[in-house]
């Protein structure tokens, strides 16, 4: 059965800190790794990592996979208020579409002012 | 673009009886799908379509049905609710060959 684990579960700092999140892995035939951002509502997509060691970048977010070792970190930089969420990390297996994509519970993060 | 549209966001439903949410996307994608999320939980696929016609189980698909006779509509159906539906309920879809997903805001059901 594939497995995603995300640390830490919750994760309180202040504004302008560094985070690292943490999302480790196993599945059969991996594919890809999705990031996600749920405030409120609805995930919404962050990035996909298909190749390790590329480093995807958007604004003060960042993300890289490292396939050897089975894991991805999500960096977020200058941490902002409006950063505060649960962040989703998904594995996508080589059989693709739906019955492949398995997610973790998330890491809740809390900026503080 | 509407994308992806759930109805209702907020539903309260006695033991035993059953209802239907509803899901549209307006973005002509193949894939379509069902989660649940628990809270503290990451999500967790009920059912999913790969286009009009055809569905399958996914993790948890016990308690629910689907159907998909139209590439934009994927209603999900509750027969006999159970307090362990209790949950907050999203559709997504993709295109073929794509492997991010588009969600829906969600529907919070609460089987009481």
């Known amino acids: 059965e594939d497995k995603v684990v995300q640390s830490p579960l919750s994760l309180v700092v202040h504004e302008g800190d560094t985070v690292t999140l943490n999302c480790s892995y196993e599945?059969?035939?991996?594919?890809?790794l999705l990031w996600y951002k749920q405030e409120k509502k609805a995930p919404t997509f962050l990035f996909m990592l298909?190749?390790?060691?590329i480093e995807k970048k958007s604004g003060r977010l960042s993300s890289i996979l490292d396939k050897k070792e089975l894991f991805s970190i999500l960096n977020i930089t200058a941490t902002q208020t409006g950063d505060s969420a649960v962040y989703l990390c998904?594995?996508?297996?080589?059989?693709?579409?739906?019955?492949?994509?398995?997610f973790g519970k998330g890491t809740h993060l809390i900026i503080q002012p | 673009n509407a994308g992806v549209t759930q109805t209702p966001k907020f539903r309260i439903l006695k033991i035993g009886q059953s209802m239907t949410l509803q899901c549209t996307q307006d973005?002509?994608?193949?894939?379509m799908y069902w989660y649940r999320q628990d809270p503290g939980m990451g999500l967790k696929l009920i059912y999913y379509?790969?286009?009009?016609?055809?569905?399958d189980k996914g993790e948890v698909p016990n308690g629910y049905n689907v159907s998909r006779s139209t590439t934009e509509d994927f209603p999900l159906r509750l027969e006999l609710a159970a307090p362990s539906q209790t949950s907050v309920y999203f559709c997504?879809?993709?295109?073929?060959?794509?492997?991010?997903?588009?969600f829906g805001p969600g529907t919070r059901l609460l089987v009481l």
């Open positions: 997504a879809s993709s295109y073929v060959g794509e492997e991010t997903q588009y």
């Open positions: 599945v059969t035939n991996f594919r890809s």
């Open positions: 298909t190749s390790s060691g």
């Open positions: 998904a594995v996508i297996n080589l059989r693709g579409g739906a019955d492949g994509l398995t």
């Open positions: 973005m002509n994608h193949n894939y």
């Open positions: 379509s790969v286009g009009a016609g055809i569905t």
